[in-house]
T-cell receptor, first 113, second 111 residues
Framework: DSGVTQTPKHLITATGQRVTLRCSPRSGDLSVYWYQQSLDQGLQFLIQYYNGEERAKGNILERFSAQQFPDLHSELNLSSLELGDSALYFC????????????FGPGTRLLVL | DAKTTQPNSMESNEEEPVHLPCNHSTISGTDYIHWYRQLPSQGPEYVIHGLTSNVNNRMASLAIAEDRKSSTLILHRATLRDAAVYYCILRDLQGAQKLVFGQGTRLTINP
């Protein structure tokens, strides 16, 4: 158990819809990262938050947004969903801004029909 | 980000040592070599990392070539639970904190 929790575990929705994925980092971790894993693209970094502020952006679509709340949990919002957004979405956390170990949650499996 | 090259797949037998290679010929002086693995239906997990010297921990050993252009992750006695995709990742001490995953090596362990 990494200490990172993600909800829901599975999500099935239709094209055009909007969903919210939630992540609770390990106790005391200030950095949260979101990654997407699809069959064709592999594991790709989406976005990082540190103590409530956006820190780095990767290959995140404009239809996707994220935020980190004062209690340090984070949410990834996916809107106008397309079939190609079906993937595993992982959240990871680390202590701060150094090159520390990242601890991954179990992921949310999103299926867009 | 400097790139790494790993074999797509490897196979080994239970209770035997496994050597997982990684080539990183464009590694810079400030790049650390990290290994993560992803067990089936789970998120990635940290295995080990090093800079120049060989490293050991309870999970594995990391052997780093003298020129640092390659490294090898060593599982001393593989178990069925070690079947996973293993990722070799370079992380610049001064760079971004994100992890850049390649395709990794899918390790199969035969009973």
């Amino acid at each position: 158990d990494s200490g990172v929790t993600q909800t829901p575990k599975h999500l099935i929705t239709a094209t055009g819809q909007r969903v919210t994925l939630r992540c609770s980092p390990r106790s005391g971790d200030l950095s949260v990262y979101w990654y997407q894993q699809s069959l064709d693209q592999g594991l790709q970094f989406l976005i990082q938050y540190y103590n409530g502020e956006e820190r780095a952006k990767g290959n995140i679509l404009e239809r996707f947004s994220a935020q980190q709340f004062p209690d340090l949990h984070s949410e990834l919002n996916l809107s106008s969903l397309e079939l190609g957004d079906s993937a595993l979405y992982f959240c990871a956390s680390s202590g701060g801004l150094a090159q520390e170990t990242q601890y991954f949650g179990p992921g949310t499996r999103l299926l867009v029909l | 980000d400097a790139k790494t090259t790993q074999p797509n797949s490897m196979e080994s037998n239970e209770e035997e040592p496994v050597h997982l290679p990684c080539n990183h010929s464009t590694i810079s002086g400030t790049d650390y070599i990290h290994w993560y693995r992803q067990l089936p239906s789970q998120g990635p997990e940290y295995v080990i990392h090093g800079l120049t010297s060989n490293v050991n921990n309870r999970m594995a050993s990391l052997a780093i070539a003298e020129d640092r252009k390659s490294s090898t992750l060593i599982l001393h006695r593989a178990t069925l639970r070690d079947a996973a995709v293993y990722y070799c990742i370079l992380r610049d001490l001064q760079g971004a904190q994100k992890l850049v995953f390649g395709q990794g090596t899918r390790l199969t362990i035969n009973p």
